[in-house]
C-alpha cells in the first residue's frame, strides 16, 4: 500500500499567492526530506527535517511525528516555483528513502 | 563541488542487452543509493553502500540486477539482458553521517 500519500496530487496557482502541500506516512520515521523535481528531472534538495520546522526564503515545512505527517508551505508563489515536489521519509530501520507520488505545481502568470 | 555525477545521461540498449550506469559520489560521502524512477512505479529504493560495503539491496529485483562499488569514489549498476520493462531514469544519491541525501542528475535508460 502507499506508505507515503501527498496531497494534492497536482495544484495551479496564480503568481504570488500562497499554498500548502502535504505528506502523510504510514511508517515510522525520524526525518523527512523534501525535494523539487525540475523539468529536466533533477531533483534540488529543499529541506531536511527531524521534527520540527525549518523555513528557507519563501519556503516553510513543518514535520510533526506525533501526528505522522509534514507541510511544505510556498509564499508569494513565483514562476520558478513550478515543477513536481516530492517528499521522502527513512524508515527507522535504515537509511532508504520511500517517496510520496509527488505533487505537480504550475505556477500561471 | 560538482554533486553527484552520473553517466551517461541517456542510453538507449536493445532488449537482450547489457547496460552499466556509472554514479560518482559527492567527495567525502560514505553512502550511496541507487533508486529508479517511473511513470507507474513513481520512486523506488533499488540498493545502497556504506563505506563500501553493500548494506541494503531490499529494492533490487533479484534477476539481472547487480550493483558495486568498488572504491569511494563511484558505483556501478549493472543490468544483464535488459527488457523492455527495465526502461526507467536511475538516480543516484549519496550522503555523508547523517541520513540527507543528494541526487545526481539520473540516467535514463530506454530499451528496445
Known amino acids: 500500500g502507499d506508505q507515503v500519500k501527498q496531497s494534492p496530487s497536482a495544484l495551479s496557482l496564480q503568481e504570488g499567492t500562497n499554498s500548502a502541500l502535504r505528506c502523510n506516512f504510514s511508517i515510522a520515521t525520524t526525518t523527512v526530506q523534501w525535494f523539487l523535481q525540475n523539468p529536466r528531472g533533477s531533483l534540488m534538495n529543499l529541506f531536511y527535517?527531524?521534527?520540527g520546522t525549518k523555513e528557507n526564503g519563501r519556503l516553510k515545512s513543518t514535520f510533526n511525528s506525533k501526528e505522522s505527517y509534514s507541510t511544505l508551505h510556498i509564499r508569494d508563489a513565483q514562476l520558478e516555483d513550478s515543477g513536481t515536489y516530492f517528499c521522502a521519509v527513512n524508515n527507522n530501520a535504515g537509511a532508504k528513502l520511500t517517496f510520496g507520488g509527488g505533487t505537480r505545481l504550475t505556477v500561471r502568470p | 563541488n560538482a554533486g553527484v555525477i552520473q553517466t551517461p545521461r541517456h542510453k538507449v540498449t536493445g532488449k537482450g542487452q547489457e547496460a552499466t550506469l556509472w554514479c560518482e559520489p559527492i567527495?567525502?560521502?560514505?553512502?550511496v543509493f541507487w533508486y529508479r524512477q517511473t511513470i507507474v512505479q513513481g520512486l523506488e529504493f533499488l540498493t545502497y553502500f556504506r563505506n563500501q560495503a553493500p548494506i541494503d539491496d531490499s529494492g533490487m529485483p533479484k534477476e539481472r540486477f547487480s550493483a558495486q562499488m568498488p572504491n569511494q569514489s563511484h558505483s556501478t549498476l549493472k543490468i544483464q539482458s535488459t527488457q523492455p520493462q527495465d526502461s526507467a531514469v536511475y538516480l543516484c544519491?549519496?550522503?555523508?553521517?547523517?541520513?540527507?541525501?543528494?541526487f545526481g542528475p539520473g540516467t535514463r535508460l530506454t530499451v528496445l
Open positions: 567527495s567525502g560521502h560514505s553512502a
Open positions: 544519491a549519496s550522503s555523508s553521517q547523517g541520513w540527507e541525501q543528494y
Open positions: 527535517l527531524v521534527p
